[in-house]
């Protein structure tokens, strides 16, 4: 029964994800199997523009994420411009793991380690930003609310922005740079599975747990 599941604050759930989401994006990269797709756009700008960090480029394109909501939904929605604080506060997050990650060892066996403890990290940052009934990272935001919007399974959609992205990160890098850079079997892997693991890991959360918010009907 729905009213016997553990209620858990939206707000702790949100820190977590961001933590969660932050770490796995930077282990990912750092394993050599490529970004995760949701962050291999503005890590190609990172590289192309090299004087803006992967930071500061993860939080514009969130930008320009949230505004495509908003031109899609034709009104100006304002609990879109408080996934900014989410947004900056993983942007940062993002500069600060680039920092130390350095630190781990990186033999093949730690290697393939990274990105499966990435991969599946995500999977639950992402399924718990889903739930937390509060403004979320503009790059999760995005294929939740297109989602709604269209009248698409969130997987399907999920997977095709992850998809677009990773083409778009593929076009951008070899044109300006010549090569291909960010990008890897891991990219690929998860730009074609994660949605669906994400939808797999919210149901699983679902039947354990609720979440209410300052910002949802029900309060502990």
């Known amino acids: 029964m729905e009213n016997e599941k553990p209620i858990l604050r939206g707000e702790l759930a949100l820190i977590a994800a961001i933590v969660i989401n932050s770490f796995s994006v930077v282990l990912m990269l750092y394993s050599g199997s490529g970004i995760s797709a949701i962050s291999s756009v503005p890590y190609a700008f990172s590289e192309v523009f090299t004087k803006l960090s992967l930071g500061t480029w993860t939080y514009l394109f969130q930008g320009a994420l949230v505004l495509s909501l908003m031109i899609l939904r034709k009104k100006f929605v304002p609990s879109y411009l408080f996934s900014f604080i989410a947004g900056f506060a993983f942007s940062e997050l993002l500069d600060v793991n680039e ?6 060892p990186q033999t093949i066996p730690c290697r ?3 990105f499966l403890i990435s991969y599946f990290l995500l999977s639950i940052g992402i399924a718990l930003e889903n ?90």
Request: proline share 4%; hydrophobic share 50%; glycine share 10%.
């Open 131 to 220: 739930r937390c009934q509060l403004p979320i990272i503009p790059t999760d935001l995005f294929p939740r609310e297109l989602s709604e919007i269209i009248k698409k399974p969130y997987a399907r959609v999920k997977i095709t922005f992850d998809v677009l992205c990773l083409a778009t990160t593929g076009l951008l890098t070899g044109l300006m740079l010549g090569y291909l850079d960010g990008l890897g079997i891991g990219t690929i892997v998860a730009a074609f599975t994660m949605g669906k693991m994400v939808a797999i890991t919210g149901n699983w959360i679902d039947q354990r747990v609720t979440f209410v918010s300052v910002l949802s009907k029900q309060q502990i």
């Open 112 to 114: 393939i380690a990274y």
């Open 99 to 104: 920092l130390w990650i350095g630190i781990l």
